[in-house]
């Protein structure tokens, strides 16, 4: 029906700066929630569509300084155009940007003050700039401990001190703010100051500057000192 979400397996939500509430499903795409006025706008995954969703797995969302708010897919990165009320795909099928990733299982996104951060499934972490569709691209490398941990990049966070929180399938790294360093945190269940399991789940910083990290294995807190 009109007033409800357009697919049941919801795997993403974000509230933008309105107060809109954003839900990602798993099988069909978008719903844009007003839930003060309990009104529901679906924007469900149509491969013939022009101008659509470039998938149906949305996992993630996220809004620039512009306001723009951004999607991502299992096959690829969109923003929405608010004006028209349909989508302009930057990576994926009939995209601005082809082949500007490795991957366009776009897992992750946070927005900078110069682009996009993008965490993929299997391409790992690529700073984007939608309008020049300039990449930079932090992958695994072996024997590189400076590198990322892994590729297949869940969750990104962006602390008060500019540092870049990355959520992987194996480990939990740091870009730090000069973009140059990656740094990465163990995980061994059986010392407490490391963390429980390698996989990172959720990504929180509290309004004290905490950052909590979610794991396959338990919660841990960061300490700062």
């Not at 302009?88 to 601005?96: H, S």
């Not at 590189?144 to 870049?164: F, G, K, M, W, Y």
């Not at 939990?172 to 010392?191: E, F, Q, V």
Request: contains cysteine; negative net charge; glycine residues 10%.
């Amino acid at each position: 029906s009109q007033n409800s979400l357009s697919g049941d397996s919801v795997i993403s939500l974000f509230e933008d700066h309105s107060g809109m509430l954003w839900a990602g499903t798993f099988d069909n795409g978008v719903t844009i929630i007003d839930y003060q006025g309990g009104n529901f706008e679906n924007f469900s995954y149509d491969p013939m569509q022009k101008n659509g969703l470039s998938g149906k797995m949305v996992w993630a969302f996220a809004e620039d300084s512009a306001g723009n708010i951004w999607i991502g897919s299992n096959k690829g990165l969109n923003r929405l155009n608010a004006a028209a009320d349909d989508f302009v795909a930057y990576l994926g099928k009939e995209a601005k940007c082809p082949g500007a990733t490795d991957s366009l299982d776009i897992r992750a996104i946070s927005a900078a003050s110069d682009g996009l951060w993008l965490g993929t499934a299997g391409g790992g972490l690529v700073r984007f700039d939608p309008s020049t569709c300039a990449v930079q691209k932090y992958q695994s490398a072996p024997n590189d401990a400076s590198s990322l941990s892994n590729n297949h990049v869940r969750l990104l966070l962006q602390d008060e001190e500019n540092r870049l929180w990355i959520g992987t399938n194996s480990g939990l790294n740091a870009l730090a703010p000069d973009r140059r360093s990656i740094k990465r945190y163990k995980s061994d269940a059986t010392d407490r100051t490391a963390l429980p399991h390698h996989r990172i789940r959720a990504l929180y910083q509290a309004d004290n500057g905490a950052l909590w990290i979610g794991t396959s294995g338990g919660l841990s807190l960061y300490d700062k000192t």
